[in-house]
């Protein structure tokens, strides 16, 4: 399938809204189809002569890999679930010490656990506030430690009194990354490009990275900001800011609430992970199963219209396709994140952190599969519902919001079914 192919399946939704925006609510044909025998939403039927992505149990591992693939995945999980020690290089500041102790509810999913993001906005410039330790707290650390350097206390770092931002960040489940990994730069950013010229008021801004292998400029799409481009940059940014391990691309410690100085006396000075350690953690989130769609019922098929029709699709892109991957299950597949992995004007729901070119009203659209295994929503999970997330957007998500309200109760209703069904 050629990219235009590609774009046109992933677009039909955003298509299907242009020609419905100017339609009043009261007007929105949300009636199932008569009969449907397809296990997605509309914008699915398109896909028939398309290579779709198996979904799978959560938790579980990809369809169709080999047997290598599966010897990889096992080692991946085993290297989630292993708890690093200080004498392993964990700290001397982190938040956790392992993957699974925020992505296990269910295995790469979240348990809603919070993390904190400070900084100090002057004259509407964004300082992380670095030489103070941001902008990301690590709220645990190792303690007392003796060495040759002498003893010394590692405490957990705190919001300093010159922070006039602080936010809260939910850790992001981990299900079918490898799927949107192995989604072509060309992809987004003409995705990009339509949504400017199809829905200008809600178009996204590709995030342009660094990946830091090359050194080349690519398009982020993992983390709330979409501040890394891959799934290994990922891996080895999670590494170095969640558990304190130094390892290839990220070889120089976080200074304790900004003291350098401190790092006199960390007990193992050496970069910690030789890359072995963020290469079996990938290995593991890029072969984990896309989540599998609950059941299809005509309330769910309706909500999937409704979707569409009050504008959600416009960021939430039902629909994207994989480009060449060496992992067969990944190459050339269409998928339903229902998310264009781009950043959005969120409004007063940004966080206002900056990082890269995502400002603090920026914010990477949240995919919606496996929405149903979340225990919280939105980027600092102050909703605990569904419904009561769409009603916190803000800023581009606003026109959509506002429909969502004016919904009857029925619509409203569908809608709800159909986001618990994927």
Not at 90 to 98: D, H
Not at 121 to 150: E, K, M, R, Y
Not at 158 to 177: D, E, Q
Request: a negative charge; charged letters at 15%; glycine letters at 10%.
């Amino acid at each position: 399938m050629s990219p235009r192919q590609s774009l046109a399946v992933s677009f039909f939704s955003l298509c299907f809204l242009v020609a419905g925006c100017e339609t009043s609510n009261s007007n929105l044909n949300t009636s199932p189809p008569t009969s449907s025998s397809s296990d997605e939403i509309m914008p699915a039927d398109l896909t028939t002569n398309m290579a779709l992505a198996t979904a799978a149990a959560l938790g579980a591992p990809l369809h169709g890999l080999t047997a290598d693939e599966q010897a990889r995945f096992a080692a991946g999980v085993a290297e989630f679930e292993d708890a690093e020690e200080p004498d392993e290089g964990l700290g001397p500041v982190f938040n956790e010490a392992s993957c699974s102790s925020c992505h296990a509810a269910p295995l790469g999913g979240t348990t809603g656990r919070a993390e904190t993001r400070f900084g100090r906005v002057s004259n509407g410039i964004f300082d992380p506030l670095a030489n103070l330790g941001g902008s990301l707290i690590q709220d645990h650390a190792i303690g007392l430690v003796h060495t040759s350097a002498g003893d010394f206390t590692y405490v957990p770092e705190v919001v300093p009194p010159s922070a006039n931002v602080a936010a809260l960040r939910i850790t992001t489940p981990l299900f079918g990354l490898g799927l949107v990994d192995a989604v072509p730069d060309a992809e987004l950013l003409q995705l990009a490009r339509l949504e400017a010229r199809l829905a200008p008021s809600t178009q996204g801004t590709p995030s342009m990275t660094t990946e830091i292998l090359t050194g080349k400029t690519r398009v982020g799409r993992f983390g709330w900001k979409a501040q890394n481009p891959t799934l290994h940059q990922f891996a080895g940014d999670a590494y170095l800011n969640e558990m304190g391990i130094t390892n290839p691309e990220f070889p120089n410690e976080n200074c304790p609430q900004g003291n350098c100085a401190s790092l006199a006396f960390n007990p193992l000075s050496a970069v910690n992970d030789t890359g072995d350690g963020v290469t079996a953690f990938t290995d593991f989130m890029s072969m984990l199963g896309p989540p599998r769609r609950g059941a299809i019922t005509r309330t769910t098929i309706a909500g999937g219209a409704v979707f569409v029709g009050i504008g959600c699709a416009n960021c939430h892109t039902p629909i994207l396709t994989t480009g060449d991957s060496p992992i067969a299950a990944l190459s050339h597949k269409a998928f339903q994140p229902f998310s264009d992995f781009l950043l959005h004007d969120m409004g007063s729901l940004g966080d206002g952190i900056t990082q890269g070119n995502a400002t603090g009203r920026l914010m990477r659209t949240a995919p919606l599969w496996g929405l149903s295994s979340r225990p919280v929503y939105l980027h600092d999970g102050r909703a605990s519902t569904p419904s009561q997330a769409i009603l916190a957007h803000a800023g581009q998500g606003q026109r959509a919001r506002d429909r969502y309200a004016a919904l009857r109760p029925g619509e409203q209703a569908a809608l709800l079914a159909f986001l618990k069904s994927l």
